[in-house]
């Protein structure tokens, strides 16, 4: 979905305050009030060029167009920010106390911060993930989850201007072993701790970027074979999400394999399937689909 080209957006204001989240900044109202981006409340829909989750919003909830037009300013997507510099500070923050803590709040082994770039920070009490791409800038956002449960606040924040990308292990991938694609870090985690070559998704689609960056990640393997994961979820968003993602990056990467994988019925996510399924590679692998090909 492509809201670029239909709507323009208009930041909030104390007199256009956000309908979704109804604070008085940095979020953005489409020109008649009809979508939303929303920078705190996550939907299904990301808007990874305003930082935030497009919203539909009821008539009954929209500002006029009259007062969107007379108090807001027009915004357009940003531009991609290099995010190094903070990043290279949240790994530098990450101890191996905070390790242990956060590993044990996601139900895994700490060794598996040994192969992701994840990093730590403080005043947030939060992981710091990665939005990845190969080319420069390589950190394209950052994405914090939170690890203790005590204090109020959501549990997801991203870092404002973050654009979406993928979260790529450390070590690079080799021909002939299987690539996974996940949606989010703690999925993508739970798979590295089975052994799985494991690449984070931003969210449970791909967007173009993502998938490009994929195809560049993946430049020296001969014909890769890829297992798209998703999540289940009682709106089949996840499921739907990760066939779309199969779809873009078959057309993506033409000589890749392509298949799809979801959790057996009744089990959430592929973190949900290792921890409290004890699901082995082989578990996760011998599950795939074969996406076939449109000619
Ligand atoms: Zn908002």
Redesign the pocket.
Same mark, same amino acid.
């Given at each position: 979905m492509n809201c670029r080209s239909k709507y323009q957006f208009n930041r =909030?204001n104390h007199d256009v305050p /956000?309908p979704?989240?109804?604070?008085d900044h940095? /979020?953005m109202i489409s020109q008649y009030g009809e979508r939303?981006v /929303? /920078?705190? =409340?996550e939907s299904d829909w990301p808007a990874p060029a305003f930082s935030g989750w497009y919203h539909q919003i009821p008539p009954r909830g929209r500002p006029s167009p009259a007062r969107i037009a007379a108090v807001t300013k027009p915004v357009g997507p940003h531009q991609v920010r290099d995010f190094g510099d903070l990043h290279q500070q949240h790994l530098d923050w990450f101890d191996s106390e905070q390790k242990t803590r956060a590993a044990a709040s996601l139900g895994l082994d700490p060794c598996v911060f040994d192969l992701y770039p994840i990093g730590y920070a403080p005043t947030l009490d939060s992981l710091a993930i990665p939005a990845m791409q190969v080319t420069s800038p390589k950190i394209v956002g950052i994405r914090y989850r939170r690890i203790g449960t005590s204090a109020g606040g959501s549990k997801w924040m991203c870092q404002p201007e973050s654009t979406a990308g993928l979260l790529l292990p450390t070590s690079p991938p080799t021909s002939g072993h299987a690539i996974c694609l996940l949606e989010g870090p703690s999925d993508t985690l739970a798979a590295g701790q089975i052994g799985l070559h494991a690449i984070g998704r931003w969210s449970c689609g791909l967007d173009s970027r993502q998938a490009e960056t994929l195809k560049h990640y993946l430049a020296d393997c001969e014909q890769p074979t890829i297992f798209v994961i998703g999540d289940n979820d009682a709106l089949h968003t996840g499921e739907k999400g990760a066939d779309a993602a199969a779809e873009l990056v078959t057309r993506a990467i033409p000589g890749a394999v392509v298949l799809r994988v979801q959790p057996p019925m009744g089990i959430k996510d592929l973190r949900e399937w290792v921890v409290d399924g004890g699901a082995s590679a082989a578990d996760v692998l011998d599950a795939g689909k074969e996406v076939r090909r449109g000619s």
């Amino acid at each position: 979905m492509n809201c670029r080209s239909k709507y323009q957006f208009n930041r =909030v204001n104390h007199d256009v305050p /956000c309908p979704v989240c109804l604070h008085d900044h940095w /979020c953005m109202i489409s020109q008649y009030g009809e979508r939303a981006v /929303c /920078c705190r =409340v996550e939907s299904d829909w990301p808007a990874p060029a305003f930082s935030g989750w497009y919203h539909q919003i009821p008539p009954r909830g929209r500002p006029s167009p009259a007062r969107i037009a007379a108090v807001t300013k027009p915004v357009g997507p940003h531009q991609v920010r290099d995010f190094g510099d903070l990043h290279q500070q949240h790994l530098d923050w990450f101890d191996s106390e905070q390790k242990t803590r956060a590993a044990a709040s996601l139900g895994l082994d700490p060794c598996v911060f040994d192969l992701y770039p994840i990093g730590y920070a403080p005043t947030l009490d939060s992981l710091a993930i990665p939005a990845m791409q190969v080319t420069s800038p390589k950190i394209v956002g950052i994405r914090y989850r939170r690890i203790g449960t005590s204090a109020g606040g959501s549990k997801w924040m991203c870092q404002p201007e973050s654009t979406a990308g993928l979260l790529l292990p450390t070590s690079p991938p080799t021909s002939g072993h299987a690539i996974c694609l996940l949606e989010g870090p703690s999925d993508t985690l739970a798979a590295g701790q089975i052994g799985l070559h494991a690449i984070g998704r931003w969210s449970c689609g791909l967007d173009s970027r993502q998938a490009e960056t994929l195809k560049h990640y993946l430049a020296d393997c001969e014909q890769p074979t890829i297992f798209v994961i998703g999540d289940n979820d009682a709106l089949h968003t996840g499921e739907k999400g990760a066939d779309a993602a199969a779809e873009l990056v078959t057309r993506a990467i033409p000589g890749a394999v392509v298949l799809r994988v979801q959790p057996p019925m009744g089990i959430k996510d592929l973190r949900e399937w290792v921890v409290d399924g004890g699901a082995s590679a082989a578990d996760v692998l011998d599950a795939g689909k074969e996406v076939r090909r449109g000619s």
